[in-house]
């Protein structure tokens, strides 16, 4: 069983950074991809990255890229989210995710484990 922590959620202007955390306990952290998925209000969850078990592979949603970034350490069981140049439409709670032993996933249905999620909210 993997639990999901995460933290760094918070109120940022618009233009702004603000960094996320994952933190994992139990499981084979370093054997499962991991993603961060995010909710906007009144929207269905959406994938926004994902980060294989070694972190050579990473995926972005075509919003985000070049303004996100996905990271990890596997010794210290934490995944990362550095978001830059902030939108309003970034506006959402934020869930880490770990799928059970597989490399890395695109889908939501792929990961086992979540989060309970971080709220970030960006104003204009």
């Known amino acids: 069983q993997v639990q999901l922590v995460e933290s760094g959620g918070g109120l940022v202007e618009a233009g702004g950074s603000r960094r996320l955390s994952c933190a994992a306990s139990g499981g084979a952290f370093s054997r499962s991809g991991m993603g961060w998925f995010r909710q906007g209000p009144g929207k269905e969850r959406e994938f926004v990255a994902l980060i294989s078990s070694s972190g050579q592979i990473t995926k972005y949603r075509d919003s985000v890229q070049g303004r996100f970034i996905i990271s990890r350490d596997n010794a210290k069981k934490m995944m990362y989210l550095q978001m830059s140049n902030l939108k309003p439409e970034d506006t959402a709670v934020y869930y880490c995710?770990?799928?059970?032993?597989?490399?890395?996933?695109?889908?939501?249905?792929?990961?086992?484990?979540w989060g309970q999620g971080t709220q970030v909210t960006v104003s204009s």
């Open positions: 995710a770990a799928t059970r032993g597989t490399n890395y996933a695109l889908h939501s249905t792929d990961y086992i484990y």
